[in-house]
T-cell receptor, first 114, second 114 residues
Framework: DAGVIQSPRHEVTEMGQEVTLRCKPI?????LFWYRQTMMRGLELLIY????????DSGMPEDRFSAKMPNASFSTLKIQPSEPRDSAVYFC????????????FGQGTRLTVV | DQQVKQNSPSLSVQEGRISILNCDYT??????FLWYKKYPAEGPTFLIS?????DKNEDGRFTVFLNKSAKHLSLHIVPSQPGDSAVYFC?????????????FGKGTRLSVIA
């Protein structure tokens, strides 16, 4: 398997624009997680899905953030409108069901909002 | 409030010596602990884990120790190699009927000097 695939790897956009980040989880994995990495807060969970259903989105910082998982092989994280403080590295991760399992991360999308 | 704390943002060690990375947690419900390693421009990769029924787990040069009474775990790398230079994240999860998202610390940047 190619692992978790994220696109784009880098995104530079102007404040106010819509940004869409994409993720393809590992085939067969039941769970998908979106994390954001910043210097101040480290790796923080934004939202996670189980079998394509959002389970907990309490980590989504504002209503400007939304995430979808239309099928088992694709998820998007959208920010509309984007702001400079959204600049961070966004990671997608997936895992199998189980109490003692690890999550596998994609390479991340570095977002810069100017 | 940070439930998983890595109080040392950075650590520098000579090649061949032992590296000890520390992690403290506040949530007594955590029962599975993991260490991830992250190189620049890559996603975190799983390194080693330990469940709360153990106090030590070893994998080659890497050993994780868990002290539940102190809510403390540590990662030992012996001997340290230049290729170990990376950011190390401590993570923990709470038991439920299935998966629970990992809660991460802010990371410790390890530099192994040749």
């Amino acid at each position: 398997d190619a692992g978790v695939i994220q696109s784009p790897r880098h995104e530079v956009t102007e404040m106010g624009q819509e940004v869409t980040l994409r993720c393809k989880p590992i085939s067969g994995h039941d769970y998908l997680f979106w994390y954001r990495q910043t210097m101040m807060r480290g790796l923080e969970l934004l939202i996670y899905f189980n079998n394509n259903v959002p389970i907990d989105d309490s980590g989504m910082p504002e209503d400007r953030f939304s995430a979808k998982m239309p099928n088992a092989s694709f998820s998007t994280l959208k920010i509309q409108p984007s702001e400079p403080r959204d600049s961070a590295v966004y990671f997608c991760a997936s895992s199998l069901w189980g109490r003692y399992t690890e999550a596998f991360f994609g390479q991340g999308t570095r977002l810069t909002v100017v | 409030d940070q439930q998983v704390k890595q109080n040392s943002p950075s650590l520098s060690v000579q090649e061949g010596r032992i590296s000890i990375l520390n992690c403290d947690y506040t949530n007594s419900m955590f029962d599975y602990f993991l260490w991830y390693k992250k190189y620049p421009a890559e996603g975190p990769t799983f390194l080693i884990s330990i469940s709360s029924i153990k106090d030590k787990n070893e994998d080659g040069r890497f050993t994780v120790f868990l002290n539940k009474s102190a809510k403390h775990l540590s990662l030992h790398i012996v001997p340290s190699q230049p290729g170990d230079s990376a950011v190390y994240f401590c993570a923990a999860s709470v038991p439920q009927s299935g998966n629970t998202p990992l809660v991460f610390g802010k990371g410790t940047r390890l530099s192994v000097i040749a």
